[in-house]
């Protein structure tokens, strides 16, 4: 079993910048895939970023490229999600998620069911 805590989320104007923190207990964290998704009332949830076990790939959604940045450090059982420039439309819940799987040293999974444990989520809302 995993369980994991997402933090970091609130209130901003546009433009600014945010960073949610997701840390990990359970399963050997340097073992694990991480994601993190999103999903804005009314959507389907979304996957926005994600980071290899050991940190040394990453992979993001169209819409956040060049805006997200997700990061871990193992050591601390901690992924990280650095959200700058946010906008309106980055209004969501955001979920980190966990995945095991032997290639998660080089695979980022990208859709909801290939993930095998979710945060409770935390809310990011951006105003105009």
């Known amino acids: 079993q995993v369980q994991l805590v997402e933090s970091g989320g609130g209130l901003v104007q546009a433009g600014a910048s945010l960073r949610l923190s997701c840390a990990a207990s359970?399963?050997?964290?340097?073992?694990?895939?991480m994601g993190w998704f999103r999903q804005a009332p009314g959507k389907e949830r979304e996957f926005v970023a994600g980071?290899?076990?050991?940190?040394?790939?990453?992979h993001y959604g169209d819409s956040v490229k060049g805006r997200f940045t997700s990061s871990r450090d193992n050591a601390k059982n901690t992924v990280y999600l650095q959200m700058d420039s946010l906008k309106p439309e980055d209004t969501a819940v955001y979920y980190c998620?966990?995945?095991?799987?032997?290639?998660?040293?080089?695979?980022?999974?990208?859709?909801?069911?290939?993930?095998?444990?979710w945060g409770q989520g935390t809310q990011v809302t951006v105003s105009s």
């Open positions: 998620a966990a995945d095991y799987r032997l290639s998660s040293r080089y695979y980022i999974p990208q859709r909801t069911d290939e993930y095998d444990y």
């Open positions: 359970g399963r050997t964290f340097s073992s694990l895939a």
């Open positions: 980071v290899t076990s050991t940190g040394s790939r990453t």
